[in-house]
């Protein structure tokens, strides 16, 4: 079935430090990828999402770019500010599978002042 | 615009009691989802809603857990009884479908934090 692998966590950088979340994916159809965001004590927000394959989806100064020959949607940032401390979900969504969105399991990031 | 509202935010509960959630979507999106986010892990979804008419509910454990949607607005999920497993957050998310169907965005509530002693 449809899955989503992220990299283990908890990540902690400092701040202006370059972040890369790790995301692969197996997928029965062809996916659409999405990155949620969860603050703390806050519901989940889409982050950024890539319909496509060689699609960039990108908001707030994070990218991610949809790979399908290495079935990878990895997440990175040039600059993390403290601001950006909160758990970060690699999903998909698949046309032609289980069509449920799938979600990994979660990285937490903190970021240091 | 209001986001996605979800009562209680919390709920403790001793086993073999029941409990439920409610959802209010954004206004004027038809598809109404509920996952159960276990700690540790992504939000599993449990039921899909289009207006009133249930889409999947193949994940939902239907011995213990029912949900409605009546006139196609705001939702109820119910367990009874409940089991220890259950402690878990319970999402509620809701989506207009305008993105086109797999790549649309879902808004998710704040959720329920449920704990089953």
């Known amino acids: 079935g449809d899955s989503v692998t992220q990299m283990e966590g908890p990540v902690t950088l400092s701040e202006e430090a370059f972040l890369t979340i790790n995301c692969t994916y197996t997928a029965t159809g062809y996916p659409s990828l999405f990155w949620y965001v969860q603050y703390p004590g806050e519901g989940l927000q889409l982050l950024l999402k890539?319909?496509?394959?060689?699609d960039k989806g990108s908001n707030k100064g994070f990218e991610a770019t949809y790979r399908k020959e290495t079935t990878s949607f990895h997440l990175e940032k040039g600059s993390v500010q403290v601001s950006d401390s909160a758990v970060y979900f690699c999903a998909l969504r698949t046309e032609g599978g289980s069509e449920k969105l799938v979600f990994g399991k979660g990285t937490k990031l903190t970021v240091n002042p | 615009e209001a986001g996605v509202a979800q009562s209680p935010r919390y709920k403790i509960i001793e086993k073999r009691q029941s409990v439920a959630f409610w959802c209010n979507p954004i206004?004027?999106?038809?598809?109404l989802y509920w996952y159960q986010q276990i700690l540790g892990q992504g939000p599993k979804l449990l039921i899909q809603f289009q207006n009133n008419g249930v889409v999947d509910d193949s994940q939902l454990p239907k011995d213990r857990f029912s949900a409605e949607r009546l006139k196609g607005v705001d939702s109820t999920l119910k367990i009874q009884p409940a089991k220890l497993e259950d402690s878990a957050v319970y999402l509620c998310?809701?989506?207009?479908?305008?993105?086109?169907?797999?790549?649309?965005?879902?808004?998710f509530g704040p959720g329920t934090r449920l704990l089953v002693l």
């Open positions: 206004s004027g999106h038809a598809t």
């Open positions: 998310a809701s989506s207009d479908g305008t993105s086109g169907r797999f790549g649309e965005t879902q808004y």
């Open positions: 890539a319909t496509k394959a060689d």
